[in-house]
């Protein structure tokens, strides 16, 4: 052999790219969910999709009938279209499956999954740990199974921070120019990418020390965004922006001040769930002490409390333990959230760990003060944050690499198998309104009489693809012999009146189960702390009843 010769490389170097790796990870967690059904919001999107279609410059110029009486879509949706734009496009190529829909959104999940690991490389050592931290959260696991405007939004923010950092290292216009581009899709995909505007603004000033004419970008957003809400104001009559606001305003909060406290450090820490896994490799047998000293303090208060938010924690004299301690467990991984923070600034006291405090504060602040509910959604951008801040935290606690890569990766998996359960158990949710929908039609079509519906969502979706009609109490519209179906575990639907209505019988689906994601009863609401004070709770999975009654004789 020539001694220049050298032997080649059984794998090739593009596959032992981490980046790779993450991409079949992402493929891995995903691929098994894209026949899940529409869900929650996923309707409204879709609805807005359908209109752009037939209407490319009128997204909301459609009537809707979603709280129970037909209004214009301008007037319902809180969201900006351009998650509907996307989902137009794919539906008018390739159709409106839920296959094609779900593998349309595996490439915005892609995005954000590769742009943590962009963006970690620049604060920690294992940036590839931390894109597999954010992966297997079920904050962004069970988003990534929607057809909703949170992980589009995410994925633009993450790259649109990227792009300004590097903006800021190299003095390239293209790359403020690329980040101002994505910070205006940002904010017309999800009004929450508004929120780049002022973190990037802080970090900066602190960066730079002085005002620059680097910050003039930002006013191309700000130009964005006044030019939807004009245009919007022009063509329906009144801002979106502005209306999404009112809309906070006007919806009530369930809670006193220190509740949602406790409840946004509930979906804090169950919503990025590896914060516990990971807890005895981030902290010292002392703060593991203290941790545990804190938990018996919150169980003992909890435990004397009557309700927290909508949940009862006492039902007659016994305290439901159960929902006690895993409100404590979650509120632990909460404080843990901010621990870390606090512990990186107090480290490094630079810029970058600036930019993460701020991230994790304002994202907690919209939650809490700004956004009509906590809820995962709302907590979806902390989860890059949370992993960069884990791997730093690891760094300080083992400094030797090749010591550190069991300590550091070996709590993932039972992270990552407890949020598989939490995405299947929401997953298991969506379908079962589509197979009672699908079930409901086979046992009324064949009966003569019309078929009307109460509640939304996905079932919505599906009863509406199946020619029954949504129930509009601004307007008596059954006639005698009609039937009524009202799901048990949805919105607006409340028992018809027994002078009207008579039982008809009931469509009953037990999936089984030991992970609940919305269900007032047993405190989980996963979308909505109007549900319950944690994104989800271990406990039996109760049945989805569908009550089935018949209009009486006039």
């Known amino acids: 052999m020539p001694a220049s010769s050298k032997p080649a490389s059984a794998v090739p170097t593009w596959f032992r790219h981490p980046a790779v790796w993450l991409i079949l990870a992402t493929f891995l967690c995903l691929g098994p969910f894209v026949r899940k059904a529409v869900h929650i919001d996923d309707y409204l999107y879709l609805r807005s999709a359908r209109q752009i279609l037939e209407h490319p410059a009128d997204p909301f110029g459609t009537d809707i009938n979603w709280y129970d009486t037909v209004m214009p879509l301008a007037d319902v949706t809180q969201n900006p279209p351009g998650v509907s734009y996307f989902l137009a496009g794919v539906g008018g190529l390739f159709g409106w499956s839920e296959i094609a829909l779900h593998l349309a959104f595996l490439l915005p999940a892609l995005a954000a999954v590769l742009g943590t690991y962009a963006l970690a490389r620049r604060f920690c050592d294992q940036p590839a740990l931390a894109a597999c931290l954010t992966l297997v959260s079920p904050v962004f696991w069970v988003s990534a199974t929607t057809l909703m405007s949170d992980v589009p939004m995410f994925a633009l923010w993450l790259w649109a921070v990227e792009c300004w950092l590097r903006a800021l290292e190299r003095g390239a216009v293209r790359w403020y120019a690329a980040s101002a581009v994505l910070i205006s899709l940002a904010l017309l995909t999800k009004y929450f990418g508004a929120a780049l505007l002022p973190l990037l603004l802080a970090y900066t000033l602190i960066r730079e020390r002085r005002p620059s004419w680097k910050l003039l970008w930002l006013l191309l957003p700000v130009a964005t965004l006044l030019a939807y809400e004009w245009a919007t104001a022009w063509r329906y009559g009144h801002g979106m922006l502005g209306a999404a606001g009112h809309y906070t305003q006007i919806v009530a909060r369930p809670g006193t001040a220190w509740q949602r406290a406790l409840i946004v450090l ?44 909508v949940t009862p924690l006492q039902v007659g004299t016994t305290t439901r333990w159960g929902l006690v301690v895993q409100v404590a467990l979650f509120v632990l991984g909460g404080l843990s959230v901010l621990a870390l923070v606090l512990d990186d600034l107090r480290t490094n006291r630079d810029a970058d760990a600036w930019l993460l405090a701020l991230w994790v504060g304002g994202t907690l602040f919209f939650a809490v003060v700004l956004n009509w509910t906590i809820s995962g959604r709302t907590l979806l951008p902390l989860a890059p944050v949370v992993g960069i801040l884990v791997v730093r935290r690891l760094a300080r606690r083992a400094p030797q690499p090749g010591a550190a890569t069991w300590l550091r990766w070996w709590p993932l998996l039972p992270a990552a198998i407890a949020a598989a359960a939490v995405v299947q158990a929401d997953a298991t949710l969506a379908g079962d309104a589509r197979t009672a929908a699908r079930v409901v039609h086979e046992q009324l079509a064949g009966r003569g009489g019309g078929i009307w519906f109460q509640g939304h969502w996905g079932f919505q979706y599906y009863m509406e693809a199946a020619g029954a009609r949504p129930v509009d109490k601004g307007a008596v519209v059954a006639a005698s012999g009609d039937y009524l179906v009202t799901p048990e575990i949805n919105s607006n639907a ?40 944690l994104p989800f709770v271990v406990a039996p999975v109760p049945a989805q009843r569908f009550t089935v009654s018949r209009a009486r004789p006039w």
Do not use: K, N
């Open 494 to 533: 409340t028992p018809p009146p027994a002078a009207m209505f008579e039982p008809a019988g009931d469509v009953e689906i037990a999936s089984g189960g030991w992970i609940v994601v919305m269900h007032i009863p047993s405190g989980a609401g996963f979308y909505s702390d109007q549900w319950g004070p």
């Open 266 to 309: 509930s979906f804090t820490g169950g919503c990025l769930l590896p914060v516990l896994t990971f807890a005895p490799c981030l902290w010292s047998r002392r703060g593991l002490a203290i941790g545990g000293l804190v938990g018996a303090v919150l169980v003992g208060a909890l435990a004397q409390a009557d309700a927290l938010g």
